[in-house]
């Protein structure tokens, strides 16, 4: 008689990709996560927003974070899900092509059910539920992904040195419970956004 093993879907209590491991395709091989601009000894959680590169086996974490509260087009101060990989000195955006600043501050001790960021120019109306993104430049028009989403992360993962991650790259997901909103399912035609709880 052998050992049954079974495949963890995440290392939180709430799984983020529906079915077993036979319904989720990731990359061969893991990949050595890059923590260059990421808080040491935050946490990447299941399902974020990808970039890998299978020649340098590095993976890159495209930091984004759901908005939990409207902000009208002049506001400077986003409510947002707890827990964002977010820096002070990060430029975001809402829209791509659209406006992206850098972020002046963030409060992650005003209220128990999100943080605050604050930017020194607005960077324009967000309804909630939608997503803000870390963007590679600043400006008016500056709005663009840090890195160019190809996958997602398979289980949460620890910002520190030499930590490995596996990366997927087609699978179905509950929307409500990844940091993002299903905005950028274009980027990732191969993953299924499902509305269920």
């Given amino acids: ?3 049954g093993l ?3 879907l995440t290392t939180s ?3 983020v990709f529906q079915g077993d491991g036979r319904d989720v395709q990731t990359v061969q091989g893991g990949f050595l996560l890059d923590t260059t601009g990421l808080p040491k000894g935050g946490i990447v959680k299941a399902g974020s927003v990808m970039n890998y590169n299978e020649s340098t086996r590095v993976a890159k974490v495209l930091p984004a974070i759901k908005v939990v509260e409207d902000a009208g087009g002049s506001a400077t101060q986003y409510k947002v899900d707890k827990g964002s990989l977010f820096q002070v000195g990060d430029p975001v955006f809402y829209a791509s092509g659209g406006k992206a600043y850098a972020i002046t501050s963030i409060d992650v001790s005003g209220n128990s059910g999100y943080d605050t ?9 967000v309804p909630a539920g939608g997503t803000i993104f870390k963007s590679s430049g600043t400006g008016d028009t500056a709005g663009a992904f840090s890195t160019a989403p190809n996958g997602l992360l398979w289980a949460d993962a620890k910002v520190d040195t030499g930590e490995s991650v596996t990366v997927v790259i087609r699978a179905t997901v509950y929307a409500r419970r990844v940091p993002y909103s299903d905005a950028i399912a274009t980027a990732l035609p191969h993953i299924v956004y499902s509305q269920s709880y």
Wanted: net charge neutral.
């Fill in 117 to 125: 960021i604050t930017v020194g120019t607005s960077i324009g109306a």
């Fill in 1 to 3: 008689m052998g050992i």
């Fill in 6 to 8: 079974t495949r963890t």
């Fill in 13 to 15: 209590d709430v799984p």
